[in-house]
């Protein structure tokens, strides 16, 4: 299946409501300004951006039923916080009923609400894209903005630490993916840290 960003535009505009949709743009637009500074494929980053949240508006029971049927409950938590699915629920759709073929877009898709350890660069721009995308407004978003933009892997460190606090702070549980995330992506930046110095 050849990648047609204006395809994927039209499906997330025939399935998604304005406001997501904006927000859709908005993570589309930045994945592919992250991606030619950080030497990925633009267009790759910008179809991942346009389909990431398809599944987002879908009733949490309804997500839950799709999750349950395609097996992709992997941890108690994913009941206890459906909202966590439609990442999974999106990218099991993407793959097996719209046909699109490619691994690491459909990873991305994935993976872009809670991580996993050993994160691909596309994991790691969606991810991150999604949490600083321009209509975002935090006090600390233009900190993770520029720290993305100067290193992919450790900006996203910066995002899932961010991501860590403000659950901590809500007092929401954390998903034991979002802490081995966090733990995998500083592994991997101490490792390149001493073989730096080494
Ligand atoms: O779908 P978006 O709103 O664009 O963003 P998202 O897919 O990152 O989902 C954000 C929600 O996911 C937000 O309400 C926080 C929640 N979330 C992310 N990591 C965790 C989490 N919720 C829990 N309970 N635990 C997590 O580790
Ligand atoms: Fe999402
Ligand atoms: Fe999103």
């Not at 592919?32 to 949490?60: F, N, Q, S, T």
């Not at 994935?110 to 975002?136: V, W």
């Not at 995002?159 to 592994?187: A, G, M, N, W």
């Amino acid at each position: 299946m050849t990648l047609q960003v204006e395809v994927l535009r039209d499906l997330a505009t025939r399935v998604l409501s304005e406001e997501r949709l904006r927000h859709t743009l908005g993570v589309a637009d930045w994945a592919e300004v992250l991606a030619r500074r950080h030497g990925l494929d633009p267009l790759k980053a910008r179809c991942a951006g346009l389909v990431h949240d398809l599944a987002k508006e879908i009733p949490l029971n309804s997500q839950l039923r799709y999750a349950r049927r395609w097996n992709l409950l992997k941890y108690p938590e994913d009941e206890q916080s459906p909202y966590v699915l439609h990442g999974p629920v999106a990218a099991y759709w993407l793959e097996h009923y719209y046909g699109l073929d490619d691994a690491e877009i459909v990873a991305a898709v994935a993976n872009h609400t809670l991580g996993r350890p050993g994160m691909g660069p596309l994991e790691m721009l969606i991810y991150s894209a999604d949490l600083t995308e321009p209509d975002r407004d935090f006090p600390e978003v233009d900190f993770l903005r520029q720290s993305l933009y100067d290193n992919l892997e450790k900006g996203t460190l910066v995002c899932v630490k961010h991501t860590l606090k403000y659950l901590e702070q809500s007092k929401r549980p954390i998903h034991p993916l979002t802490q081995l995330t966090f733990d995998d992506l500083q592994r991997r930046q101490n490792i390149g840290i001493r073989s730096q110095n080494a």
